[in-house]
């Protein structure tokens, strides 16, 4: 093991914006996104790959973030979940799960709302089934699911508008 | 690249696998060769009767590509593994060469007449999927060589398959799970080939349970020998996922399940298939 860590350099897209970084390449990232860009919405339940609360876009692809190295991630676009409200306005996904108390504590909330965000972004108008797949990823405590399913619905149906 | 760094260095496909293995300090590489930036690696094509996969091809796009859902096994077993997360990132030979006991894609592709395309800097070689993984997270693979590309011979239309999975939950891996591959003339089996997954080291092909099958009438008493067959076959450890006695239950009820969907496609029927949770 090398005493000192050779960092390099990365360009990544994080919610519109642009990042040159100097990183260690061991970094993940979500931790790349937690402790260099302080967008602490994205969690870390588990680092496993199991519960999904670290679950950002990747080009439009939800994956977990503790398993993607951050080098990874070079040229690429990521969003999290501080990109969904814009202007105060908090985005109908978020709404959604306001309005059908689809969160108790809301540690997996940002996790789930942007593996949401990819259903909806591909299938404007989801079976009970494709919501539940969507989110078969993501672990959460608290509400025992079926609000969160109630919010994604809701979820759809406040973005036919939009 | 792989050559120059040596046996300490590994090739990094979509990371489900090794990420995690490297958090838990299980696996140990010296340095990671990342494949993802290597154009042209993935991609779905059919040409001349046959599939043919890039071995970066990633869980989710095999799971949406209408070309791949030509084989309903493949799909079954895509649109099965883990979560939407994990098939956006993980790859079809990174799972291949990774070759876990528990892994999906070799059980799939054990009943199906395929090909892995191997490259090094020595050329090209292409091994059937039987003698590529050669024992748990051991394959044929040389040190510097890669997982190219799967081939996939196109079933007939007489020929039906499924694959089917039981798990605790969706991100961890399957307790049991089994794939059929038949061909029928009326309530004969013409031919079929059934694997076993998650009861050994490697995929497990079943030919006693296949053998009570092949050209008889599939009928309540073949199914219970076939079901028999593959229980006797199979060789699970007990562990946190379940018993060794639970298991082999569980692979002759998939086995079962798989050979009756596997018969209704084969008949044309379209049939939807997803992990059964337990």
């Not at chain 2, 059934?194 to 199914?223: F, M, Q, W, Y």
Request: glycine letters at 8%; charged letters at 20%; one cysteine or more.
């Amino acid at each position: 093991m090398p005493e000192t860590i050779e960092k390099v350099s990365i360009e990544v897209n994080v919610n519109g914006k642009r990042h040159s970084l100097r990183l260690e390449p061991r970094i993940l990232l979500v931790e790349m996104l937690r402790e260099q860009l302080d967008l602490t919405g994205t969690h870390v339940g588990c680092d496993t790959t199991y519960c999904g609360a670290c679950t950002v876009l990747l080009n439009g692809a939800a994956v977990k973030s503790c398993t993607v190295l951050a080098v990874q991630a070079d040229g690429a676009e990521i969003t999290t979940v501080e990109a969904l409200g814009k202007n105060g306005e908090l985005h109908p996904i978020q709404k959604a799960f306001g309005e059908a108390y689809g969160l108790q504590c809301g540690y997996c909330t940002p996790g789930i709302m942007l593996a949401a965000l990819q259903l909806l972004t591909e299938n404007k108008q989801p079976s009970d089934k494709q919501v539940r797949k969507s989110i078969a990823g993501n672990t959460c405590r608290c509400t025992g699911y079926q609000n969160i399913f109630k919010a994604i619905q809701r979820a759809a149906q406040n973005m036919k508008g939009a | 690249m792989l050559s120059q760094l040596g046996e300490e260095a590994r090739p990094l496909a979509g990371g489900q696998s090794l990420i995690p293995l490297m958090k838990l300090r299980l696996a140990n590489p010296e340095h990671l060769v990342d494949l993802n930036f290597i154009p042209g690696t993935s991609y779905i094509k059919e040409d001349a009767g046959k599939l043919r996969l890039g071995a970066l091809s990633r869980h989710s796009e095999i799971e949406n590509s209408a070309i791949a859902g030509k084989i309903p096994l493949l799909h079954d077993c895509a649109a099965g593994i883990a979560d939407v997360q994990v098939r956006n990132r993980g790859t079809i030979g990174g799972s291949l060469a990774e070759a876990d006991p528990s892994g999906d894609w070799a059980v799939a592709l054990a009943t199906l007449a395929c090909q892995v395309v191997c490259v090094s800097p020595d050329g090209e070689r292409s091994l059937p999927m039987a003698e590529f993984v050669t024992d748990a997270y051991t394959t044929a693979l040389a040190p510097n060589e890669l997982v190219k590309e799967i081939t996939v011979k196109i079933p007939t239309k007489a020929s039906g398959g499924a694959y089917l999975a039981c798990k605790r939950a969706a991100p961890v891996y399957a307790s049991a799970s089994a794939a059929v591959q038949l061909t029928m003339e009326g309530d004969v089996c013409q031919d079929v080939a059934i694997a076993l997954g998650c009861v050994g080291l490697t995929a497990i092909k079943a030919t006693d349970a296949e053998n009570a099958l092949r050209s008889h009438r599939i009928d309540e008493k073949t199914l219970a020998t076939a079901m028999d067959a593959a229980r006797a076959t199979a060789d699970p450890q007990s562990d946190m996922r379940g018993s060794a006695d639970y298991k082999r239950a569980l692979i002759a009820a998939l086995v079962k399940r798989a050979i009756e969907i596997a018969i209704r496609r084969a008949q044309g029927e379209q049939v939807e298939v997803a992990p059964i949770y337990a």
